[in-house]
């Protein structure tokens, strides 16, 4: 049995996720956090893992903002 492909409703507010190049964007980003969580093993400094994470939430929502 063969499944059905999905295409999005162009009105949906989530149409931009199904682009390639939101899934390629999500690929840095998926990136960006495993290289940041390496740092944060490697140097496991409350102030560091702080810093770090905030400044990679943010990389990554300025990543996938769809105003870029």
Not at 8 to 27: C, E, I, M, N
Not at 29 to 39: F, P, Q, T, Y
């Amino acid at each position: 049995m063969e499944a059905e492909i999905c295409l999005p409703d162009p009105g949906d507010s989530h149409a931009r996720r199904y682009t390639r190049s939101y899934r390629v964007k999500r690929g840095w980003v998926k990136n960006l956090w495993i290289a940041a969580s390496l740092l944060m093993l490697c140097f496991p400094l409350l102030p560091f893992v702080l810093g770090l994470g905030l400044l990679t939430s943010l990389l990554s929502f300025a990543i996938l903002d769809e105003t870029a």
